[in-house]
């Protein structure tokens, strides 16, 4: 897709915007994007608070679930189950998200990644497919 396109896709969250994030690539097969680490983001320490994170993987998820509809279809969050396992001090905060794609649910996992590409949290998401 190209910038435009993506940052059409941001706009569709608000709160995605409120926090500054951006989505870098996006295609059925895949959705990367980063939330960048900044002190109004964080909870003691300058440690990034959880809900930035799964704010960077819920949202990347929703689109690559979107993405992955047929035709009329709308998607929602069944499911999110998400394992933290290391803290984000600094840096830009990456995600990959990937689909696994049925005919009733779309399940997406999602890699978080520090600026040292070090694994920060892994987000599974199952979200139905709702037809109209």
Avoid: Y
């Avoid at 897709?1 to 896709?9: F, N, T």
């Avoid at 990959?96 to 998401?125: C, F, M, S, Y």
């Amino acid at each position: 897709m190209i910038r435009m396109e993506l940052a059409d896709l941001v706009a569709t969250m608000p709160f995605a915007v409120a926090v500054g994030l951006t989505i870098d690539a996006a295609s059925k097969d895949e959705v990367r994007g980063h939330l960048p680490w900044a002190p109004d983001r964080c909870t003691t320490a300058g440690v990034m608070h959880g809900g930035a994170v799964m704010t960077l993987a819920d949202s990347l998820g929703a689109v690559c679930a979107f993405l992955n509809l047929p035709p009329g279809a709308s998607t929602s969050t069944i499911t999110s189950s998400t394992n933290f396992l290391r803290a984000v001090r600094d840096g830009d905060l990456h995600g990959t998200a990937r689909p696994h794609v049925g005919p009733h649910t779309i399940v997406v996992q999602t890699e978080l990644r520090d600026a040292n590409d070090k694994v920060v949290a892994l987000v599974t998401q199952t979200q139905a497919v709702l037809v109209p």
